[in-house]
């Protein structure tokens, strides 16, 4: 398993942007495939996006599509995840996840490995 540390959470209003940053431990950060999920107060936690280990294959919910963008830095072992035209509804806790190696179900939560604590995004109407 590796550490992953969240970070760029805050309060914006709605139509403003966010970049979360989620910085990884450990050596082989290239063979992991990284998530976002992110959950809101009295729901469960939802799938927001993944990237492949080479970062060539990015996936999303269909909730954020266009408007959020996954990245992934190697050298840096961090991935990001840009918010774009945020809006109330994505006021949740975001977390940042590890799964080694690929999985056809990278937008559920049970394939991935590896958890940070969570970063609060708060967006004001």
């Known amino acids: 398993q590796v550490q992953l540390v969240e970070s760029g959470g805050g309060l914006v209003q709605a139509g403003g942007s966010l970049r979360l940053s989620c910085v990884v431990s450990?050596?082989?950060?290239?063979?992991?495939?990284m998530g976002w999920f992110r959950q809101a107060p009295g729901k469960e936690r939802e799938f927001v996006a993944a990237i492949s280990t080479t970062g060539g294959n990015t996936y999303y919910a269909d909730s954020v599509k266009g408007r959020f963008t996954i990245s992934r830095d190697n050298a840096k072992k961090t991935v990001y995840l840009q918010m774009n035209s945020l809006k109330p509804e994505d006021t949740a806790l975001y977390y940042c996840a590890a799964r080694k190696y690929y999985s056809d179900n990278y937008y559920a939560e049970y394939v991935y490995d590896s958890w940070g604590q969570g970063t609060q995004v708060t967006v004001s109407s």
């Open positions: 450990g050596r082989t950060f290239t063979i992991y495939t």
